[in-house]
T-cell receptor, first 112, second 113 residues
Framework: DSGVTQTPKHLITATGQRVTLRCSPRSGDLSVYWYQQSLDQGLQFLIHYYNGEERAKGNILERFSAQQFPDLHSELNLSSLELGDSALYFC???????????FGPGTRLTVL | GEDVEQSLFLSVREGDSSVINCTYT??????LYWYKQEPGAGLQLLTY?????DMKQDQRLTVLLNKKDKHLSLRIADTQTGDSAIYFCAESTGSGGYQKVTFGTGTKLQVIP
């Protein structure tokens, strides 16, 4: 158990819908990262928050957004969902930036 | 920019050694990591090496770093079926107070009984 929790574990929804994925980092970690893992594209970095502020953006679509709250938990919002958004979404946390990251168990999103 | 590359697939027999290779492009990396992902699970940190080291051993795992060639490898001795997983290498780079971690594409290790 990495200490990072993600909810929900599974999510099934329809095209055009909007969903919110939630992540709680390890106690004391200030950084939260979001990744998308699909079969054809591997592990893709989406976005990084550090102590409530956005620090880096990767290959994140404009339909996706994220935030980190004062209690350091984070949410990833995915809107206008498409079939191609079906993937595993991982959250990871680290103490600072560039340190080893601890991954949550992931949320499996299926868009029908 | 940072780029981390790995071969996609490796198959070994149980009891043999496995060697998973990784190349990276940014010579300013500070730490290099190996993560393991079992089916249906998140990535788990296996080991890491500081960029001024050449080798690190941790039980069955040996990490070798060749900074000149920007090549990192993970050797698993006496590979077991439980070692079947996807292995990701990653490098930590950056300056000015911000460090970024870039992951490779992952190598799927299949262990044949």
């Amino acid at each position: 158990d990495s200490g990072v929790t993600q909810t929900p574990k599974h999510l099934i929804t329809a095209t055009g819908q909007r969903v919110t994925l939630r992540c709680s980092p390890r106690s004391g970690d200030l950084s939260v990262y979001w990744y998308q893992q699909s079969l054809d594209q591997g592990l893709q970095f989406l976005i990084h928050y550090y102590n409530g502020e956005e620090r880096a953006k990767g290959n994140i679509l404009e339909r996706f957004s994220a935030q980190q709250f004062p209690d350091l938990h984070s949410e990833l919002n995915l809107s206008s969902l498409e079939l191609g958004d079906s993937a595993l979404y991982f959250c990871a946390s680290s103490a600072g930036t560039g340190h080893e990251q601890f991954f949550g168990p992931g949320t499996r999103l299926t868009v029908l | 920019g940072e780029d981390v590359e790995q071969s996609l697939f490796l198959s070994v027999r149980e009891g043999d050694s496995s060697v998973i290779n990784c190349t990276y492009t940014d010579s300013s990396s500070t730490y290099l990591y190996w993560y393991k992902q079992e089916p249906g699970a998140g990535l788990q940190l296996l080991t890491y090496i500081f960029s001024n080291m050449d080798m690190k051993q941790d039980q069955r795992l040996t990490v070798l770093l060749n900074k000149k060639d920007k090549h990192l490898s993970l050797r698993i001795a006496d590979t077991q079926t439980g070692d079947s997983a996807i292995y990701f290498c990653a490098e930590s780079t950056g300056s000015g107070g911000y460090q970024k971690v870039t992951f490779g594409t992952g190598t799927k290790l299949q262990v044949i009984p």
